[in-house]
Every structure is written in C-alpha cells, then in structure tokens.
C-alpha cells in the first residue's frame, strides 16, 4: 500500500517549479497548467518577449500564484548560473525541475561544428548542467522531483535527424542513469519522450499535430 501511495497524484499548490525553456510549446503549456493549480513557476528562454507572454498568460488565470521570467540561454553557464541565482532570491529552495529547453535539428549532413555544439550544449549539456544546480537546492527535499522531456525520436531514430536523435538519445540514457543516483536521496527522476506537438519547433503542419 506504501508504494502504491507514493504514485499517487499529489497537489503542486505552492510548489516551487523551474522551467527551462518555459516561454513556448510544452514548456509554456506546463507552465500556465501547473500555475493554474497553483504552483509557483520560475521561467527562462532566450526571448524575452514570450516570457512576457506566458507570464500575462498567468497573470490572467483564475488562480493567484505567481510567475517570474529570466531572459537566459540555456547553453551558457553564465546563464545558468543567474537563473539559480533567481531560483535562491525568489524561491530560497526548489522542488520541481523541469529540464525541456530544446532546439531542432536535422541530419550530421547539414551544418558545421559549432551548430551541433550548440545544439548538443542546449538540448543535452544544458539538462545536466540544470539538473546539477537543482540537486544541489533537493538534497533533504524529500519528494522533489527532476522531469526530463526527451523525444519520440529517441526510439524511432529517424532518417535525416541524426544530430537532434543523439541528444535525445544522451537524454533518454542520462535520466536513467540519474535516478539510479539520486532516488536514495530523496529525489525523483521522470523522462517524458513526446511525438509531435503544437509547438514552434516542429515544421509539420498543424493538423498532423497531436
């Protein structure tokens, strides 16, 4: 019965809950439902004006809680690390991570060195490096809690998709080796692997959308 419980659905009411890439597509939508249930919401992208989007989106839900926006990119440490400095200022802790800051990619064919660092740098080093800092802030947290969105792609490994398929794939094999080292302490680690979604990622049109 004890493990059973711990699977139960649990109320995110006055959770604090980073999300990376959280100002378009699944990051935005997580935003504004776990914040229509009250959840505390810090969000970050490159962009600052969806930031200011999701967050009227917020401002106008029935439920009060909260959301702030950082303008940061998700490759740089620099970044990184002004974003946990908000995480400290305004949240003085953290429950829930949300690693889901992603860019596209199509096959090694295309581009150059620099283009698949970067992408490799947002979409794999940028949720390690993520994932470091919120451990840090859950040690003794019992319940926190790690999301990784990975892709589909990871598993259906696609032709013309090679560079975006490696990091998903790094993805996919990160998460499950984190939770086999941080569930002792507490803390868990989830990997959601979506198909296409209504997002501004994807080029398909929206009616092949799910």
Excluded at 182 to 189: A, F, R, T
Aim: hydrophobic content about 40%; aromatic content about 6%; glycine content about 10%.
């Amino acid at each position: 019965m004890e493990s059973l419980i711990e699977y139960l659905p649990r109320s995110v009411k006055g959770k604090r809950i980073l999300i990376t890439g959280g100002t378009t597509g699944i990051g935005r939508a997580a935003a504004i439902l776990l914040a229509a249930q009250g959840a505390r919401i810090i969000i970050f992208g490159r962009n600052q004006e969806p930031i200011e989007q999701t967050i009227a989106a917020i401002s106008a839900l029935e439920t009060k809680t909260e959301c702030v926006g950082i303008s940061a990119d998700v490759a740089e440490q620099k970044d990184i690390d002004r974003v946990f400095q908000l995480v400290d200022s305004h949240f003085a802790g953290l429950d829930i991570l949300i690693n889901n800051a992603a860019l596209p990619f199509e096959s090694i064919i295309d581009g150059n060195y620099q283009d698949w660092q970067y992408v490799i740098n947002t979409n794999l080093l940028g949720y390690m490096a993520c994932a470091h800092e919120a451990i840090k802030r859950m040690k003794g947290n019992l319940g926190s809690h790690i999301v990784n969105i990975g892709s589909i792609s990871a598993d259906e490994r696609g032709k013309n998709s090679s560079v975006y398929v490696a990091s998903k794939a790094g993805i996919q094999g990160f998460n499950e080796s984190l939770r086999k080292e941080v569930n002792e302490l507490g803390i868990k680690v989830s990997l959601i692997e979506p198909g296409l979604v209504g997002s501004d990622m994807v080029k398909e049109d929206s009616m092949d959308q799910t």
